[in-house]
């Protein structure tokens, strides 16, 4: 074994393939379903904050019970979308790395400076 | 600097904390707000495969355009949830472990080979 | 009272409105927290469909308990979206019969007979 | 013909009905790409109010370009739902005027006054 730790993204992917693999649920991962399953986690991240006014949202998840909640939330969104790339091949760190320095070219500092984009 | 290599989602978090700090973007980012940008990416992925026949929807990301366009989504989507992450200051990383270790406990190979869960 | 019956968006509108104005929850209904809630039921109809196979789905919901459960998600869709409307003071059956319209336009029959437009 | 206008719902179910047959596009239009197609257009009208802040989005929908984007997001929602709700063979306006009965019991107006349900 190497002594470099294994990369994090790398981590999941072979976590969430195990987890796969041994249940033998490849059947169910295309794209097509994992990205419902995706849309699934992410509207149940939607509910725990739907009501809750804008400004008062971060102070709710101080709160241990919600917090554990919106954790795992946000972590089933993460582990489909690196299952979602694994099945389809795609370097998910390098894309993440080549969309973050698209944005800044696309978002110089002096033009965007306190304006929303339409989009990041 | 140290020589271990900083960790992935360490590197994102960082990354997409300069490009909104030197924009004064921080504004925006209340959870809600971002929360509805992840909706956003979400939905341009799930356009790029909607009408795709199921069983041809990892083929047809062999396409180098239609790959290049799903890669900059599903980047769109991370970037979004690790930003969601540090506002809320939750560690995205132990929380998808977490949740994955419970996933193994919660669906026994014994029990699920096979067998779609009704969510994961 | 006029013996026209009421138009449907205009009863189900009038419905929602009643709604909240009893159990004054206006404050919670601005636009972006309606498109949250209006997330939240989509992922949940996304859930009761994800692992089915793509040629299955239709007899899958013949299941009286499926059946019943899709009903309720899809109905939760809309009386969100005609929330959402009635906030924005948008005549949603107007703006549907404009959008069809527009696509007789986009989409010409000889053009896209069996082809799949990107987007409708 | 009839005297009595076509109710709202059934025109709408039948534009698309006769938009998808003339371009033989019944094939794509299974429930799961259906909602992608739905998750596609529920993005598009997150993005439109994402960076808004909560109490400035009503007053952003009265500019005019800003507002027949609203719409037709909103459109576009409405009859991706109808034509899922007609390939399922569902009665989305008996549907809907169920859940809302439902919610009338679920949310005591005592109760609930000034309460948001965590959903409805």
């Not at 730790?5 to 992917?13: F, G, K, R, S, V």
Request: hydrophobic fraction near 50%.
């Amino acid at each position: 074994m190497s002594t470099t730790p294994e990369p994090q993204i790398a981590e999941l992917t072979r976590l969430m393939r195990e987890l796969t693999e041994e249940r033998q649920w490849a059947t169910f991962h295309d794209p097509k379903s994992l990205i419902l399953a995706l849309v699934g986690e992410v509207g149940e991240l939607a509910e725990l904050f739907q009501w809750l006014p804008a400004d008062a949202a971060i102070a709710a998840v101080e709160d241990a019970g919600r917090r554990e909640r919106v954790s795992q939330e946000i972590a089933d969104v993460l582990l489909y979308l690196v299952r979602l790339a694994d099945v389809l091949d795609i370097d998910l760190m390098e894309a993440a790395r080549t969309k973050h320095a698209a944005s800044l070219t696309r978002f110089p500092v002096d033009e965007f400076r306190g304006v929303a984009p339409d989009k990041v």
